[in-house]
């Protein structure tokens, strides 16, 4: 007998989806940034400055995620009342384009006579060099057809002079595009960065705060050439990158050799320690957006999301700076006064909880940092008494 009522089987049920919300689609890294920076907003581009910059306070996750959504930071500080007050002046970036132009005029024959009279080692002095076209269609373009010239130059055993090279430097989880002054192909497979700086080098010696900056600087760009040179049959990046500044007063040009293996194993350091942007813009709230149009509150509560770690040397690196001031001073926090004040205070965290310690008000008596306040305090103390007591202190 069938096991199916008269009439054959019954009809087929269309299978319904369980009740419930839709899922939502998935959101590349892409889409979300470019949300946050803004629908209509071009992303800014984060060179080396910036980059050596943001390895520098690795700990700040606020730079971390604007610079990897592309955000503009002076628009943005604008946009929140508190201006960068700082930057190149028009003067000295014409200045700086006109002496580059000097260098690297008929073929780089300067730059090379240069480079060779630095870091000659016995070769053949450079009678020209190859200098390949790095024309492409954006950054990403740009970066594989300078990986391709950086490959072919090596092959062909000659000197070969790249001009504004496009490297691309993996930051965060984000890709970073860094565009160095030019990269000198050598005919054993030496890779040599080049930084052409407008300020002057006097007596064969140049500001130490300038050629710091630049060393850094120079060492983000050997980090991009690492990855190229690793899957480069003969390649080798120089750690000795070579300084062209004008020769004292004038506009003729001189170099010198700076040697940046520190810098690029404190950058590669700092960098492996950056937060991943995609996991910072997780945890910010729904609806957040950096986008200049919106109002100051809205970019105020936006930024506020994002922890920061400010310090006074972000002053004369970051362009929102002033506004991280502004914060940590209406927290009172320990921050502003410097990192070396903050590693010698310990768990106290607040301006008012260290004058609270010293006055012997809060904190506990045994803590190594509570005991040497409130000696500090009692010192300060008795000095203030005898002056006021008419002893004269020596």
Same mark, same amino acid.
């Given at each position: 007998?069938?096991? &199916? %009522?008269a009439g054959?089987?019954?009809?087929q049920?269309?299978?319904?989806?369980a009740?419930?919300p839709?899922?939502?689609?998935t959101?590349?890294?892409?889409?979300?940034?470019?949300?946050?920076?803004?629908?209509?907003?071009?992303?800014?581009?984060?060179? $080396?400055?910036?980059?050596?910059?943001?390895?520098?306070n690795?700990?700040c996750?606020?730079?971390?995620l604007?610079d990897g959504?592309?955000?503009?930071?002076?628009?943005?500080?604008?946009?929140?009342?508190?201006?960068?007050?700082?930057?190149?002046?028009?003067?000295?970036f014409?200045?700086?384009?006109?002496?580059?132009?000097?260098?690297?005029?008929?073929?780089?024959?300067?730059?090379?006579?240069?480079?060779?009279?630095?870091?000659?080692?016995g070769a053949?002095a450079?009678a020209?060099a190859?200098?390949p076209?790095?024309?492409?269609?954006? %950054?990403?373009?740009?970066?594989?057809?300078?990986? =391709?010239a950086?490959r072919?130059?090596t092959?062909?055993?000659?000197?070969?002079?790249?001009d504004?090279?496009?490297?691309a430097?993996?930051?965060?989880g984000?890709?970073a595009?860094?565009e160095?002054?030019?990269?000198v192909?050598?005919?054993?497979?030496?890779?040599?960065v080049?930084?052409i700086?407008s300020?002057p080098?006097i007596?064969?010696?140049?500001?130490?705060?300038k050629v710091?900056?630049?060393?850094?600087?120079?060492?983000? &760009?050997?980090?991009?050439?690492?990855?190229? $040179?690793? #899957?480069?049959e003969?390649?080798? #990046?120089g750690h000795?990158? =070579?300084l062209?500044?004008?020769?004292?007063?004038?506009?003729?040009?001189?170099?010198?050799?700076?040697?940046?293996?520190?810098?690029r194993?404190v950058?590669?350091?700092?960098?492996? @320690?950056?937060?991943?942007v995609?996991?910072?813009?997780?945890?910010? %709230?729904?609806?957040a957006?950096?986008?200049?149009?919106r109002?100051?509150e809205?970019l105020?509560?936006?930024?506020?999301?994002?922890p920061a770690?400010?310090?006074?040397?972000? *002053?004369?690196?970051?362009?929102?700076?002033?506004?991280?001031? $502004?914060?940590?001073?209406?927290e009172?926090?320990?921050?502003s006064?410097?990192?070396?004040? @903050?590693?010698e205070l310990?768990? =106290?965290?607040?301006v008012?909880?260290v004058?609270?310690?010293?006055?012997g008000?809060e904190g506990d %008596?045994?803590?190594?940092?509570?005991? $040497?306040l409130?000696?500090?305090?009692a *010192?300060?103390?008795?000095?203030l008494?005898?002056?006021?007591g008419g002893?004269?202190?020596?």
């Amino acid at each position: 007998m069938s096991e &199916y %009522p008269a009439g054959g089987p019954p009809p087929q049920i269309p299978a319904t989806r369980a009740p419930g919300p839709r899922p939502k689609p998935t959101t590349t890294l892409r889409q979300r940034l470019a949300e946050l920076r803004g629908p209509s907003v071009a992303p800014h581009p984060l060179d $080396a400055r910036a980059l050596a910059a943001l390895a520098a306070n690795p700990g700040c996750k606020r730079r971390a995620l604007l610079d990897g959504a592309g955000v503009d930071k002076a628009v943005l500080a604008t946009a929140l009342g508190s201006p960068a007050a700082f930057g190149q002046s028009q003067f000295a970036f014409v200045r700086g384009n006109a002496f580059e132009a000097k260098v690297k005029a008929d073929g780089g024959t300067e730059l090379l006579r240069l480079l060779f009279e630095q870091l000659g080692g016995g070769a053949e002095a450079p009678a020209e060099a190859t200098v390949p076209d790095l024309t492409a269609a954006g %950054p990403e373009g740009r970066a594989a057809r300078t990986a =391709l010239a950086l490959r072919e130059a090596t092959a062909a055993g000659g000197w070969a002079l790249l001009d504004h090279p496009m490297l691309a430097l993996e930051v965060a989880g984000s890709p970073a595009y860094l565009e160095p002054d030019a990269v000198v192909v050598h005919p054993d497979g030496t890779w040599t960065v080049v930084e052409i700086k407008s300020f002057p080098m006097i007596d064969s010696s140049a500001d130490a705060a300038k050629v710091g900056a630049a060393a850094r600087q120079s060492a983000v &760009y050997v980090l991009a050439l690492e990855r190229i $040179a690793s #899957v480069t049959e003969g390649a080798e #990046v120089g750690h000795r990158v =070579l300084l062209v500044c004008p020769k004292d007063f004038s506009n003729l040009p001189t170099a010198s050799v700076v040697d940046v293996r520190k810098q690029r194993a404190v950058t590669s350091r700092q960098l492996t @320690r950056l937060t991943r942007v995609e996991d910072i813009a997780a945890a910010l %709230p729904e609806g957040a957006t950096f986008d200049p149009g919106r109002s100051p509150e809205e970019l105020g509560s936006a930024v506020e999301a994002v922890p920061a770690a400010y310090a006074p040397e972000c *002053l004369a690196a970051c362009e929102l700076a002033f506004h991280c001031r $502004a914060k940590a001073r209406a927290e009172g926090a320990v921050e502003s006064l410097g990192r070396s004040v @903050r590693g010698e205070l310990g768990g =106290l965290t607040t301006v008012a909880g260290v004058l609270a310690a010293a006055a012997g008000k809060e904190g506990d %008596p045994a803590d190594p940092t509570v005991a $040497a306040l409130r000696r500090a305090a009692a *010192l300060r103390a008795e000095a203030l008494a005898g002056v006021d007591g008419g002893v004269p202190c020596h």
